[in-house]
């Protein structure tokens, strides 16, 4: 079964500045789905940013990027001018190719943007 | 309509009632989830209807209830819950079921058992 692992429980940024948000993955597939999601104190989870693995590209949203060493399994988050409304849960996830596979989720990183 | 509506945003209910959470998304995805999440948790897979059919059912007890009417709404019946079922519960939909189609959530209910 997959693992999605996050190290981090909480991070701290200044406002403006950069932070890299870490998540680590095991699996024995060789294509899959790796997913960053936020939920702020709304509670909405949304989606931040996708990567298929079979792409060499690192994906990047605006402000958000992603560095992906599909060898080493990882897949961390860079989050670039921090603004307060950065401020929020960051959940990694995990989706297989296969049809009908579930989600699975890390523990999460609670981000907090100081100002 | 780019939403997944989830009412009530909040509920609180005694061990002895019946509710019902709804989800309703106007998108024309296929694929409907429930999730549970316990506070500073990740979210918590319970049920995923695909094409209005009942595709996992992640060993949730049987106090929960889904239903899923048509191809936007779903339901998911409570009944005789306990204290810990207390928690926020996601809906969330895909436009497939496949690996590539993302996620809509929405913004959650709060439940509360008393």
């Known amino acids: 079964a997959q693992t999605v692992t996050q190290s981090q429980p909480e991070m701290s940024v200044q406002e403006a500045e950069t932070v890299t948000l870490s998540c680590t993955y095991d699996?024995?597939?060789?294509?899959?789905?790796l997913f960053w999601y936020k939920q702020p104190p709304s509670r909405q989870m949304i989606l931040v940013i996708r990567?298929?693995?079979?792409?060499?590209q690192n994906a990047t949203e605006n402000r958000f990027s992603v560095n992906f060493q599909k060898a080493a399994k990882s897949f961390s988050l860079k989050i670039s001018d921090s603004q307060l409304g950065d401020a929020a849960m960051y959940f990694c996830?995990?989706?297989?190719?296969?049809?009908?596979?579930?989600?699975?989720f890390g523990a999460g990183t609670i981000l907090r943007v100081k100002s | 309509d780019t939403e997944v509506t989830q009412t009530p945003k909040h509920l609180v209910m005694g061990m002895t009632n019946k509710k019902s959470l709804k989800c309703e998304q106007h998108?024309?995805?296929?694929?409907m989830y429930w999730y549970k999440q316990k506070a500073k948790k990740p979210p918590e897979l319970m049920f995923v209807y695909s094409y209005e059919k009942l595709s996992i059912n992640e060993s949730v007890p049987s106090r929960f209830s889904p239903e899923c009417p048509n191809s936007s709404l779903l339901n998911l019946h409570l009944h005789a819950l306990q204290p810990e079922d207390s928690a926020l519960y996601l809906c969330a939909s895909s436009q497939d079921f496949g690996a590539h189609y993302g996620y809509t959530f929405g913004s959650g209910t709060r439940l509360t058992v008393v």
């Open positions: 996830a995990y989706r297989s190719m296969e049809y009908g596979n579930k989600l699975v």
């Open positions: 990567q298929e693995a079979y792409k060499q």
């Open positions: 699996t024995s597939e060789s294509d899959y789905y």
């Open positions: 998108m024309g995805h296929r694929a």
